[in-house]
């Protein structure tokens, strides 16, 4: 079974703090991806990775950024948290072979709240 | 903006009866997946559908591609309360890079 953790469940922070959001996958999976899921606004796509040292932007990269120093790592950081990055983050991975477009394993989430 | 839609946002029903849920894209898809993401927990995958016409069923789920590969549903029948959560269509976007592209989801919710 593929298996995605992240760092926390829950993680409460002030504003204008920095955060370190960790994701782990140990499937060997090329790519990973990072969303934020608010009520009524499903799943939003904030960075994605295709392979280490590689990052693209997705819908929603401002106020973050990302690291993916090793395959199986990909970190999100909120370089100053602000009260409106208050949400629900989820780590995906999926493998390769076609890209973006394969199957993605999700973790458990991380519930952040800034205060 | 979002391309990928999801009717209804919202879906009560009571346990026993059937519904659908339908998804709609504004190009063509190479493939659709579907997944549930229970309360309190994380999307998981379902299935996937590739061909057009294409019909899976999972018990008493029923996936369902369109045959302009643009638009999918999923329908349930004889609801029961192991069927709530919220079901998020996705499927690849050529003006996303062919990144997966989900819907906004339908959020079941089951009266005893």
């Known amino acids: 079974d593929v298996k995605v953790t992240q760092s926390s469940r829950y993680l409460v922070k002030r504003t204008g703090e920095k955060v370190f959001l960790e994701c782990v996958q140990d499937?060997?999976?090329?790519?990973m991806f990072w969303y934020r899921q608010d009520p009524g606004l499903g799943l939003r796509l904030i960075y994605f990775?295709?392979?280490?040292?590689?990052?693209e932007k997705g819908d929603i990269p401002e106020g973050y950024s990302v690291s993916r120093e090793k395959k199986e790592r990909f970190s999100l950081i909120l370089e100053s948290a602000s009260t409106n990055q208050t949400s629900m983050y989820l780590c995906?991975?999926?493998?390769?072979?076609?890209?973006?477009?394969?199957?993605?394993?999700f973790g458990p989430g991380t519930r952040l709240t800034v205060l | 903006g979002q391309q990928v839609m999801q009717i209804p946002q919202y879906q009560h029903v009571q346990e026993g009866e059937d519904f659908t849920t339908y998804c709609n894209s504004s190009?063509?898809?190479?493939?659709i997946q579907w997944y549930k993401q229970r309360p309190g927990g994380h999307p998981v995958f379902l299935i996937q559908?590739?061909?057009?016409?294409e019909v899976k069923k999972q018990k008493r789920l029923t996936f369902q591609f369109g045959e302009a590969k643009k638009n999918s549903s999923l329908h349930i029948t004889a609801t029961q309360t192991t069927d709530v959560g919220t079901y998020f269509c996705?499927?690849?976007?050529?003006?996303?890079?062919?990144?997966?592209?989900f819907g906004g989801g339908t959020r079941v919710l089951v009266k005893p």
């Open positions: 995906a991975s999926s493998n390769g072979l076609a890209g973006g477009q394969d199957t993605q394993y």
């Open positions: 499937m060997d999976h090329e790519n």
């Open positions: 990775s295709y392979d280490v040292k590689m990052k």
């Open positions: 190009t063509t898809l190479s493939n």
């Open positions: 559908l590739v061909k057009s016409g």
């Open positions: 996705a499927g690849p976007q050529k003006a996303a890079g062919n990144k997966l592209t």
